[in-house]
């Protein structure tokens, strides 16, 4: 049945997947200097820039509303600096229409600085947060269409932060570096203008202390960055959910629960974009009113020191107008020295985002659409390598399962037994042979339409933090009826232990299903399969982490369940598969034995010593 032997081990993350030359490394390949770079990689920074900049196209009226904004905000900043010019004049002549004139321009002014800030700052934010809504959600929907070997070579922590913070760090390029260069680009230079008309010799004495101001505006601003970072509070919704269907990525494949988490996601990425524009907006907002607030207490103080009885007839309208100007210039020269190093940490972050979206999906060119199978399977010459140059997982397999049959597989740890069994839904691609159901080769078949006739449960059980009815009805499954939920409980024997919870069908489990045990986990998970009903089952070491007897009354809910169904079991116990119609007994990738259990004793060989093992053990 088989032909040459070989030996499974455990793939290496260069060795494993095929795909991961495609992933860029973020290691020795950017260990030179910056010297050391080349005319192609600075180009390379440009098309990635531009490629960034391709997501504000859709929010191309608030960005230039954005701009337009910036430009009155330094428009502003200049003709604040210039209208102290007036107060000499209104100092030089004292007169109540003049005092009045002074006030109010200076209060206008600053109410129209007010206005370009607003919409420069809160219209640039909205364009930035609708930036990292969709890089988010387009990252995300592009995982749960990646092969499965992606995720073996990735954490979930790394995947979740690029979700979150890598998609933060973008919006600096994307956004914040371009108000940063419009509007206090345009404000130093205008000052810049006005203070060299008023003096040069006083602008050349300003250059050597105007790093001087810029270290003290930078440590008071430290308070105001704190209270920024408050927009992050609401990421936690969104890392969870990614997280779990990061972590479910099988469950989710295998139910057809991509649609689903998308929506999840979606919802939680959407809650993250309102709070965020919240929190801009209250920034947005609270500048010019302080500055308001500050430009009317000035103009009170104007119109007292305006007065006849005050001033003394003292001119000193140049003075302040060009200290006006320099106090000014400060904060803008400041930002504009911090923009390439948000540039560089924003194209950093953009080219790792957009290398995980270069990576290609899950292939998916069948066109035959899997309904009503019979439950057929055939395996030929199936041969499987984790990489062209790595060992064979499995070599040249070949045997057939009749529909309504149970094959378990047995063998030491190592052997091939879940490699065969993911092959079959197609989690990973055969390197060799091929695995036909009904007779029509699995790559063939529509993948949503082949692994909605699987269903599947594993020894690690992954539940979500829902209801107990959405665990069980999930994914494509969410459309059945609360009669076919309990039915299915019921046949898993989970609903003696769902009906002791005050709410019932409708209790949430907490996360990953910690509030229960693993054998009520293991019913959810089989009610999930009978729910499904679909024609093939595949029963991954489904009772291995449970106690004798938990496993006994776990065995005797999927004796129900296999039955009527082609169900490929994977057992370390062999107690568990006794009653199985085929045994296939694996070693290094093959298969050296078949048979009925008491046909495979009655032969003394490999099964017969595994068998005697455990007996003695137990």
Known sequence: MAVAPSQEHKPTVDEKSPQSSQIPSNTTSEQGSETDRSLDETMSNWKVYSRLLGYVKPFWFAFALSILG??????????????????????????????????????????LRGIGSFAGGYYIAYVGRNIVHRIRTTIFNHFVQLPCNFFDNHSSGHLVSKITFNVEQVTGAASNAITITVRE??????????????????????????????????????RFRKLSQRIQNSMGDVTHVASEAINGYKEVRIFGGEHYERERFEGASSYNLKQSLKMEMTKAVSTPVVQILIACAIATLLWVALSPEVHGGMSVGELIAYFTAASTIAKPIRQLTQVNAIIQSGLAAAKDLFSQLDIAAERNTGTVTATAIQGNIEFKDLEFRYSERGKAVLNKLNFK?????????????????????????????????????????????????????????????TLFNDSIARNIAYGRLDDRSEQEIKEAAEKAYALEFIRQYDHGLNTEIGDNGVLLSGGQRQRLAI??????????????????????????????????????????????????????????VMEEGQIIEAGSHRDLLEQGGAYYRLHQTQFCEG
């Open 185 to 222: 680009g345009l404000t130093v230079i205008g000052l810049l203008g006005y203070m060299i008309y008023q003096n040069w010799k006083l602008t050349a004495i300003f250059f050597l202390i105007g790093p001087f101001i810029g270290l003290i505006i930078s440590l008071v601003s430290k």
């Open 70 to 111: 910036n430009a009155v905000y330094a428009g502003a900043s200049v003709l604040m600096a210039h209208s102290v010019e007036y107060l000499e004049e209104a100092i030089r002549i004292p007169s109540d229409s003049n005092r009045i004139f002074v006030c109010l321009m200076i209060v206008g002014v600053f109410a």
């Open 527 to 584: 009610a999930r399969a009978f729910l499904k009903d679909a024609p093939i089952l595949i029963m991954d070491e489904a009772t291995s982490a449970l106690d004798n007897e938990a496993e006994k009354e776990i065995q005797k809910v999927m004796e129900t369940v296999m039955q009527g169904r082609t169900t490929l079991v994977i057992a370390h116990r062999l107690s568990t598969i006794e009653s199985a119609d085929v045994i296939l």
């Open 401 to 461: 399962i009749e529909a309504g049959q149970t094959v378990a597989l047995v063998g030491r740890s190592g052997s091939g037994k879940s490699t065969l069994a993911s092959l079959l839904p197609r989690f990973y691609e055969a390197t060799g042979g091929e695995i036909l159901i009904d007779g029509v080769r699995v790559q063939d078949y529509e993948l949503s339409s082949l692994r909605s006739q699987i269903a599947l449960v594993t020894q690690n059980v």
